[in-house]
């Protein structure tokens, strides 16, 4: 890996790369991983283990890829995913078949984030994706003790950065990645750049660096409030379509 210095210039570069022509989330962060060869990479998240199969494939860098995921049911996690034990028994599987043509370079770690990140040596991963537990409480840790183990030209990466917080049904917990992430950035003097397909990449910063770069005008504030209308906004817009579908359906 090259300087922090230099790795900086080039992510800036990189950024910019990534939120053109791409096809979908894949697509994007394998260019990336490529673009910085990257080597120790960890997922927190794994669930089918689509988004592992994609990078191991696309990434022949990556010698040693962490899959992190309790794969069973959590009391305490309100969210859809959160099925049976014997469901997730089955999911898991499926993730170990569908990653096994690359056995030699991944190492799964079972558990809660909490429980097993500490298998990982501090300051060893050049990438951290993130595509787990996106409630308040669920980012918190995430992200909180996945940062040490970054190096330090490293970055995080993460999924469902939505402006809309209402991501299931309101009897679940909002999906608060956006925009909570920008506020641990600024406290730990991180820089979150916004990409597409509801992505956002994470790294270390100078000074002179603003803490957020949109690179999609898709998040005009970065508070809770507006995170909040623009969820009631998108509830309304869906309510004006459905009753417009419905007047068609009529016709």
């Known amino acids: 890996m090259n300087s922090v210095g230099h790795n900086r210039e080039m992510m800036e570069l990189d950024v910019d790369r990534l939120c053109l022509g791409k096809t979908d989330r894949f697509d994007l962060w394998a260019t990336f991983l490529n673009e910085i060869e990257a080597k120790v990479v960890a997922e927190i998240g794994v669930f089918r283990g689509l988004f592992a199969a994609a990078m191991l494939e696309r990434c022949p860098s990556i010698e040693t890829y962490y899959m992190i995921d309790p794969w069973r049911h959590l009391d305490d996690w309100n969210k859809p995913a959160n099925v049976s034990d014997a469901k997730f028994d089955a999911i898991m599987s499926e993730a170990l078949e569908r990653t096994n043509f690359a056995a030699s370079r991944v190492k799964v770690l079972r558990g809660r984030t909490q429980d097993v990140v500490g298998q990982i040596a501090d300051q060893s991963l050049d990438f951290a994706y993130i595509d787990a537990d996106h409630s308040l409480r669920g980012i918190t840790i995430d992200l909180q003790l996945i940062l040490p183990k ?74 809770v409030l507006a995170a909040l209308e623009g969820a009631h906004r998108a509830k309304r817009r869906g309510g004006v379509v459905r009753s417009l579908k419905r007047v068609l359906d009529r016709l």
Request: glycine share 6%; net charge negative; with cysteine.
């Open 150 to 223: 970054i190096r330090p030209d490293g970055s995080i990466g993460w999924g469902d950065f939505s402006p809309n917080v209402w991501q299931h049904a309101k009897q679940y917990e909002p999906s608060l990645v956006f925009p909570y992430a920008i506020y641990f950035a600024e406290a730990m003097k991180l820089r979150v750049s916004a990409l597409g397909f509801n992505q956002f990449l994470m790294h270390f910063r100078d000074e002179s660096q603003p803490v957020f770069c949109d690179h999609t005008g898709r998040y005009p504030s970065a508070t």
